[in-house]
């Protein structure tokens, strides 16, 4: 067992300051698979539990409380990232954003195939990234934990022009909540992502980027609200 270096209260029960063991966590919700390769679990109708404890290194969130939709189909084909099972539709303002169904919110000690790329929820770390800018790339399932707490994902590709980097890392300064690194493989130069939803950018838009930012750095699709982003994983740039 290791000890606890990070708790936060997710306002469902009182703040845990102690890791527990494996043995003592309840088996895992079988997560919701839209896209998915034959690697990834199918779909199951309604998985219910609540769980209490985390893996190690952290103490933190719940596991999902349920799983109830059915997979849907992407209208849209974006360019960049891979909106595998998402349904399009219009947020605040004049973004156009992809939504996704319900995403598993269980711990895992393992890497995760995401059906998305970058991902916008489902199994991941019980360690979340600290949020900032970074000039190289954080794992995938840190970053999900982020954005379980309320974190937009802002990933760009690594051979964006550095001075549209430079815009990227000014726009992290002031804010909590907003996590920015490369992804290898983006056919996009920029992709913005939150929980269970994302935008991929054809062309660089600082100000469609800062709109989504706006919309949803902890927004109402926060499954834990109030959840920190910081004193886990990562040193941030800015």
Not at 49 to 62: D, R
Not at 73 to 101: C, L, R, Y
Not at 171 to 182: E, N, W, Y
Request: hydrophobic share 35%; with cysteine.
């Amino acid at each position: 067992r290791r000890p606890t270096t990070a708790s936060h209260d997710d306002g469902r029960r009182n703040t845990v300051s102690v890791a527990q063991d494996d043995d003592q966590r309840r088996p895992p919700t079988e997560a919701a698979c839209i896209g998915c390769t034959p690697m990834i679990r199918r779909p199951i109708i309604l998985v219910a539990y609540a769980e209490a404890v985390l893996g190690p290194g952290l103490t933190g969130c719940s596991s999902s409380s349920s799983v109830s939709v059915a997979p849907t189909t992407a209208t849209t084909a974006a360019a960049g990232g891979t909106t595998a099972g998402g349904t399009t539709a219009a947020s605040e303002g004049d973004i156009s954003v992809t939504t996704f169904p319900e995403q598993s919110r269980d711990h895992v000690k393992t890497s995760v195939v995401y059906p998305q790329g970058p991902p916008i929820g489902g199994e991941h770390s019980a360690i979340w990234q600290n949020c900032g800018f970074y000039s190289t790339p954080v794992a995938d399932e840190n970053a999900v934990h982020s954005m379980e707490h309320g974190a937009v994902w802002i990933t760009y590709s690594p051979d964006l022009p550095v001075d549209q980097q430079a815009e990227l890392k000014a726009m992290a300064a002031g804010h909590t909540h907003v996590l920015i690194s490369p992804y290898p493989g983006l056919t996009s130069p920029v992709v913005a992502s939150a929980w269970r939803t994302q935008k991929p950018f054809a062309a660089f838009d600082a100000a469609g980027i800062q709109a989504f930012i706006k919309a949803y750095e902890e927004g109402p699709q926060t499954p834990e609200p109030g959840a920190p982003c910081d004193g886990a994983l990562g040193s941030p740039e800015s």
